[in-house]
C-alpha cells in the first residue's frame, strides 16, 4: 500500500496496482462514500461500519484482482473521502499487522473473503482475541490497539476505513500488563488506487 515505506503494512511488500476492477464499480463506491460521509457526519461509529460494509461488498477477493501469487500482506488505499479513508489489505497465510494504534483515527474493517484473528490489546487488560470473517463490520475507537493475522492456508481480503484519514501508526510491544512503544510510522508515500482505477 505505500512505496519505499513499511507504514501501515508494517512489512507489507509493494506491489504493482492489480487489474481487474471495473471503473463502474470504483465510480459507485465513490459516490456513496461522498453521500454517505455527509450522511452520517454525526454517527461515527455508523459511519464506519456502513462504509467498511459497503466497500467489502463490491470488493472482489484479492485473488480475482491479481492471480500472482502473494507472499506478503499487502495494501492499498481504496478512497480518499472528506474525512477518511478506505484500504484494500490482502493478507497470505502468516500475514500479520504487529500490534498498532491507528495514530488517533478511529477505524473499522470487513473482511471480504477468507478468516483474520484479531487479538486486541489494552494497557493493563488480557489481550483478546476474535475471529473475523464475512462481510459484517467491527469498528473501533482512537485508542484501540489490536494486531490482526490470517492463520488461515486460504489468502483473506479485507477492507478498512479511519476517520479522520490515517496519517501514523504506533506499533508496541506487551511488557507485562502493559503495553510498550516500539515506533511510530508515518502513512505517507502511499501507493493510491480508488476501486476504478486499478491499473
Ligand atoms: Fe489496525
Given at each position: 500500500?505505500?512505496?519505499?515505506?513499511?507504514g501501515?503494512?508494517?512489512?507489507?511488500?509493494t506491489?504493482?496496482?492489480?487489474?481487474?476492477?471495473?471503473?463502474?464499480?470504483?465510480?459507485l463506491?465513490?459516490?456513496?462514500?461522498?453521500?454517505?460521509?455527509?450522511?452520517?457526519?454525526?454517527?461515527?461509529?455508523?459511519?464506519?461500519?456502513t462504509?467498511c460494509?459497503?466497500?467489502a461488498?463490491?470488493?472482489?477477493?484479492w485473488?480475482?484482482l491479481d492471480?500472482a501469487?502473494?507472499?506478503?500482506r499487502?495494501?492499498?488505499?481504496?478512497?480518499?473521502?472528506?474525512?477518511?479513508d478506505?484500504?484494500?489489505?490482502?493478507?497470505?497465510?502468516?500475514g500479520?499487522?504487529?500490534?498498532?494504534?491507528?495514530?488517533?483515527?478511529?477505524?473499522g474493517?470487513?473482511v471480504?473473503?477468507?478468516?483474520?484473528?484479531?487479538l486486541?490489546?489494552?494497557?493493563?487488560?488480557?489481550?483478546?482475541?476474535?475471529?473475523?470473517?464475512?462481510?459484517?463490520?467491527?469498528?473501533?475507537?482512537?485508542?484501540?490497539?489490536?494486531?490482526?493475522v490470517?492463520?488461515d492456508?486460504?489468502?483473506?481480503?479485507?477492507?478498512?476505513?479511519?476517520?479522520?484519514?490515517?496519517?501514523?501508526?504506533?506499533?508496541y510491544?506487551?511488557?507485562?500488563?502493559?503495553?510498550?512503544?516500539?515506533?511510530?510510522?508515518?502513512?505517507?508515500?502511499?501507493?493510491?488506487?480508488?476501486l476504478g482505477?486499478a491499473?
Amino acid at each position: 500500500m505505500m512505496a519505499g515505506t513499511t507504514g501501515m503494512a508494517g512489512q507489507a511488500a509493494t506491489t504493482e496496482t492489480p487489474a481487474g476492477v471495473s471503473e463502474a464499480i470504483g465510480a459507485l463506491a465513490a459516490a456513496w462514500a461522498d453521500v454517505a460521509a455527509a450522511v452520517l457526519a454525526d454517527r461515527p461509529r455508523r459511519f464506519l461500519t456502513t462504509m467498511c460494509e459497503a466497500l467489502a461488498a463490491v470488493t472482489p477477493p484479492w485473488e480475482d484482482l491479481d492471480a500472482a501469487p502473494l507472499h506478503e500482506r499487502i495494501h492499498r488505499r481504496l478512497l480518499i473521502g472528506p474525512g477518511f479513508d478506505a484500504w484494500l489489505l490482502a493478507w497470505p497465510q502468516g500475514g500479520s499487522t504487529e500490534l498498532h494504534d491507528h495514530g488517533g483515527a478511529s477505524g473499522g474493517f470487513s473482511v471480504v473473503a477468507g478468516t483474520l484473528q484479531e487479538l486486541s490489546a489494552g494497557a493493563g487488560r488480557p489481550g483478546r482475541t476474535c475471529w473475523r470473517a464475512g462481510g459484517r463490520a467491527a469498528a473501533f475507537g482512537p485508542a484501540w490497539v489490536h494486531d490482526m493475522v490470517n492463520e488461515d492456508a486460504a489468502l483473506a481480503t479485507s477492507v478498512h476505513v479511519y476517520r479522520p484519514a490515517i496519517t501514523s501508526m504506533t506499533y508496541y510491544e506487551r511488557w507485562g500488563s502493559e503495553l510498550r512503544p516500539l515506533r511510530v510510522e508515518r502513512v505517507d508515500d502511499v501507493a493510491e488506487v480508488t476501486l476504478g482505477q486499478a491499473a
